[in-house]
């Protein structure tokens, strides 16, 4: 290999005060989602004079900004999400980590902020895996979840986009993302509210598609309702995805379908992952548009059998209930159908390496 081979370098200055094993190891006892976080974050800069530079892995710590930060006032932010998994002979190991780096880059183009190449998103991940790795839960299901973001760090209050962005990755413990005791979700259709719209920034993942549906999880939460759907901007009658997760539908002839990515849905790389074992098992896997009367419809008849939605966090979830002002049925008998089990089980077990990875997605860290 190379000195233009390399990765890019992300030295490790250890923390000088990290958490005591008896504190950390209490968390990770029960470390739910995205509250419990570990001793490092990887960092880097960029600027339109230097290109990316100050690379590293530092203690965790807050961030200071300016009032006039660019990213306060004109949201040029984007970031990631992944899990590092424990295999069963005791290695670390990530999940398609390389589809991440790719979406991070097209998030990156779609808000006019500067592309951060593979290459140096993916050691920055693994460098922050390698010091924290005694902070990935040894409990069932448990993983240690990795949220990559970049942001417009510059002091400028003139609309364009910013000279300056901080990168960072921080790392959080994670066990179910979900309350545990019921076997699936319940959805509350949103007519009130779209995610995305036709020329928008509904396939980048970006803060502001999650902070304009907040008001609609909302609504749902006080609906009695675990999560909201969201139809299409111009008819109101397409599905598309729920507040952070893609969704699936399984019906009597053993098919599946999904909405397609026709840039206001995010491009999920767990959706992408049940496309293609569906298809490894034979499975018709159709693209396609599906309304919410025919959902209504299928789910009365019989013809549909299974929901079920999919994300990094949530890996795949059945979903038990569609409610709204007007809608109200149930999906199949409340609970995870059989194509729906099978394919998590297969996604799961190829994640922690208890099951052959045909696809060269997993990768472990040395």
Not at 330 to 337: E, V
Not at 339 to 356: F, H, K, M, N
Request: charge should be negative; proline fraction near 6%; charged fraction near 25%.
């Amino acid at each position: 290999m190379t000195h233009a081979d390399q990765p890019p370098a992300f030295p490790l200055t250890t923390r000088a005060d990290p958490m005591p094993e008896d504190a950390r190891m209490a968390l990770l006892a029960d470390p739910g989602f995205g509250r419990v976080f570990s001793d490092h974050m990887a960092m880097a800069r960029w600027s339109t004079e230097k290109g990316w530079h100050d690379m590293g892995v530092v203690a965790r710590r807050p961030i200071e900004l300016d009032p006039a930060t660019s990213v306060l006032h004109y949201a040029q932010e984007i970031f990631e999400g992944l899990k590092a998994y424990r295999a069963g002979d005791g290695a670390i190991t990530l999940f398609r980590p390389d589809a991440n780096a790719r979406r991070f880059r097209q998030s990156a183009v779609r808000m006019a902020m500067p592309e951060l190449p593979d290459a140096l998103f993916l050691e920055s991940v693994r460098a922050l895996v390698r010091a924290d790795r005694e902070w990935l839960p040894a409990l069932e299901g448990g993983s240690l979840y990795l949220r990559p973001f970049m942001f417009a760090s510059e002091v400028f209050l003139g609309v364009k986009p910013s000279a300056e962005y901080l990168y960072l990755v921080i790392a959080s413990p994670a066990g179910g993302y979900f309350k545990s005791g019921s076997p699936s979700i319940s959805v509350w259709v949103s007519e009130d509210f779209t995610r995305a719209a036709p020329g928008g920034t509904g396939a980048a993942k970006c803060g502001g598609n999650y902070a304009a549906s907040l008001q609609a999880q909302a609504e749902a939460i006080r609906e009695g309702c675990d999560q909201v759907v969201f139809l299409d901007a111009v008819e109101r009658r397409q599905i598309e995805e729920l507040g952070g997760m893609n969704l699936f539908f399984v019906f009597d002839d053993g098919s599946l379908a999904t909405p397609p990515l026709t840039g206001t849905i995010l491009p999920g790389i767990t959706r992408d992952s049940i496309l293609t074992l569906a298809r490894d098992e034979g499975l018709v896997v159709r693209e396609e548009h599906y309304a919410i009367d025919a959902w209504e419809a299928d789910a009365r008849s019989g013809r549909l059998r299974e929901t079920f939605a999919c994300g990094t966090a949530a890996v795949v979830t059945p979903v038990g209930r569609v409610r709204g002002r007007t809608h109200d049925f149930a999906i199949g008998n409340g609970g995870p159908g059989e194509i729906t089990s099978r394919l998590r089980d297969r996604l799961v077990a190829i994640q922690r390496g208890e099951a052959p990875d045909t696809h060269d997605w997993v990768q472990r860290i040395t």
